[in-house]
């Protein structure tokens, strides 16, 4: 850290002169703009970015020696988290129709890409999205919606021992995913560039905390697709009354735990999050029964129901420590 003395001048201004070094690296000349943000921490943030417009990043990707097509989807999905906005994949030689289809698949997997560019030996991907047209707010209230609706249609399914259901669950699994890959992105973007956060008023800190929202809603998700490809082993076979009721009761019970997670989060409820999380005890003993029962069975019964009990239990584990993030992320506030 370098230091350096104030000096005023006028007899009102401070001044303190800029790093030459820093000023030179950064093209910075005389009468140029540079824009200084006062933190909450007491600290001034110097940049010569002066815009709220996204920055943009290009990511080249010379798939000469990337034989391995999902290797290459991994690559392009972190990018993609990461920020970029620009995806270059390049070759020495005539593009595969295989990573052609990788790429077609990368662009379904995210959200707001399309392909702009497209020869022989190179195809460019760009991000059209504005990080503006999906505050997190919005995301978070619509993949919350999306794994609370899996989870429903996932108990239903299984009642009703409806087929075509448990295997709507499974699919609707992808575009949990690519929202919860979105606000991930979303806030590495916000990380980057403070003046674009500042235009969403929404701070780094903020965007750490939705992104770790949406992660842990993310594995609710993959939970009612467990319970859901479990129900796919049962269809055939009648569940005794007392079986079925305890598990609607439990999946029911976490349920609402997540969904009062959830809300007390965007209630700003500290003591409901609390309560939610002191709940998780019944929780626990009615997947215990359910245990006891699938102890009772054979076979893939046995083993179906042993998993969609615990699946039901992470459900409302995964739903506490929901409730946590929330008194974490509101005690300033208390």
């Known amino acids: ?59 080249d990707i010379d798939i000469t020696k990337i034989e391995d097509t999902t290797c290459l989807f991994r690559m392009l999905l972190g990018a993609y988290i990461r920020g970029y906005n620009v995806f270059h994949v390049t070759s020495d030689r005539r593009i595969s129709p295989a990573v052609r289809e990788t790429l077609r698949r990368f662009i379904h997997a995210a959200i ?4 702009i560019e497209e020869t022989s030996t190179s195809l460019t991907v760009k991000d059209l999205l504005d990080p503006g047209e999906m505050p997190f707010d919005k995301a978070i209230r619509r993949i919350t919606s999306l794994v609370s609706n899996m989870h429903k249609d996932a108990l239903f399914a299984l009642a009703y021992g ?16 690519r929202l919860h890959w979105l606000i991930s992105r979303q806030y590495n973007i916000l990380s980057r560039n403070v003046f674009l956060a500042e235009s969403m008023k929404f701070s780094a800190q903020q965007g750490a905390n939705y992104s770790l929202i949406s992660r842990t809603i993310e594995r609710i998700g993959d939970h009612a697709v467990t319970i859901a490809t479990n129900n796919l082993n049962l269809i055939g076979h009648k569940l005794e009354t007392p079986i079925m009721d305890t598990i609607t009761k439990a999946g029911n019970f976490s349920l609402d735990m ?77």
């Open 1 to 59: 850290m370098e230091i350096r003395k104030i000096q005023v001048t006028g007899g009102a201004s401070f001044i303190v002169s800029l790093p030459k070094d820093w000023a030179r690296a950064h093209g910075v000349k005389k009468n140029d703009r540079v824009g200084i943000i006062d933190r909450q921490d007491g600290t001034l943030l110097l940049t010569t970015k002066t815009s709220g417009e996204q920055i943009q990043r290009t990511k």
């Open 162 to 177: 409806d087929q075509a259901m448990s295997q709507d669950v499974i699919t609707r699994d992808d575009e949990v995913d």
């Open 112 to 115: 707001g890409l399309e392909i």
């Open 258 to 334: 997540f969904t009062d997670s959830v809300e007390a989060f965007f209630n700003r409820d500290i003591l409901g999050a609390n309560k939610n999380i002191d709940t998780v005890r019944e929780l626990k003993d009615m997947c215990e029964e359910i245990e006891g029962f699938a102890l009772q069975q054979t076979g893939a019964v046995a083993v179906s129901l042993g998993y969609i009990g615990e699946s039901i239990r992470r459900v409302g584990e995964y739903s506490a420590d929901l409730a946590e993030y929330v008194i974490n992320y509101l005690i300033d506030e208390a």
